[in-house]
């Protein structure tokens, strides 16, 4: 006889999850129905995506500046403090101590601090998760740590360091996103190395890690804990770029993310004193893409202008499907392309932000270079009870594809449904 498969939308006994694995009793547990595309959704009310709505979740954070989960965990958030500690939201309560405490190896503040957490594909197996911080001298860095007996406490002394990137001369451009893709693989964004105009023309230099998108396979049990996959684009003998790079001409790109579907990679890229944008990568890519800086900002020559330097049409480099000028912006807030429960006619909708003006923004699909069906939902979205959106840091997504909008000063909203 077979199993059912878990996740098929009935509660029965002796169902079986994707992984093989016998789920005995009345029904499918969390995780198992977590694990089936068709059962992600059960039991989740659905509203309409045209009237959006924001709930505040929680107030009181320092310095938040990233929330993640794993795959397989609809009850926890993890919130990353700047300062260095990260939190659990625990069926939106906020748990008293921290998940992970590492202040003392983190430097703070304005760019610089604990910036973001990624959790291993496998996490709920092997207890594996990364972090992005700068240390004490300003530098980079990459760090695996291990959940403790414990679920809800990290073992703060399981850290191996995957990365050091050095970062010696300016406090801004650290990047700081960490994502895995759909291949499984590690991905880290670093910064342009900070200065204004790239001063020491890093990200065009594929000899040096900084303004890159970096690819790791982090399975890996001997030091550094890491190796470059051998399909990226700069491991060939010979080739004097750097192994770990997947892509390359990046000034900031404080947030990316990928579409859980569809696979491409939507990156938020900070830009100078004109131009922010945000660049997609089809999920069919095999790397080396240059995405313009600082030969180019946004669409734009950034220097010289004009000049060989800065071709016209822009042969060699991916230019931006979207950019916006600054007037009252400074600095773009990437966030994620909405595959949740709750707003099924939302989904393959990318949302996005600015650190300096609170929007939110949106686009779905792309065509021709050119990010298609843009909508402003700021005064929907607006929080309103007496709160505000100030500073818009970050996106976070769920398990099951929520939403949410991390805001600097302290408070965290969940994207609704609106009436």
Known sequence: MTPTTCGNGTREGSEECDDGNRIDGDGCSASCLLENA???????????GAH???????????QPVHVAAPKLDPRRLFVVEQRGRIRILKDEVLLAGAFLDISAKVSCCQERGLLSIAFHPDFKANGRFFVYHTNSDGDLVIARYQVSADPD?????????LLTIPHPTYGNHNGGQLAFGPDGYLYAGTGDGGGGGDPFENAQNSTVLLGK??????NVETPPYYVAPPSNPFVAPGDPGLDEIWAFGVRNPWRFSFDRVAGDLYIGDVGQDTWEEVDVQPAASTGGENYGWDVFEGRHCFEPDPAPSCPDPPDGFTLPVLEYAHGTACSITGGFVYRGCSMPDLRGTYFYSDYCEPFIR????????????RADRTAELGPGAGHTFDHIVSFGEDA?????????DGELFQIVPGS
Do not use: M, P
């Open 38 to 48: 068709s059962g992600l959704c059960a039991g989740v009310a659905t509203g309409s």
């Open 52 to 62: 959006l709505a924001s709930r505040l979740v929680v107030s009181g954070l320092d």
């Open 153 to 161: 406490v990290a073992d703060a002394s399981s850290e191996q360091i």
């Open 213 to 218: 998108l970096l690819r790791l396979d982090v």
């Open 362 to 373: 949106t686009f779905r699909g792309v065509s021709a270079g050119d990010a298609q069906n």
């Open 400 to 408: 099951r594809g929520e939403l949410y909008i991390v805001d600097y």
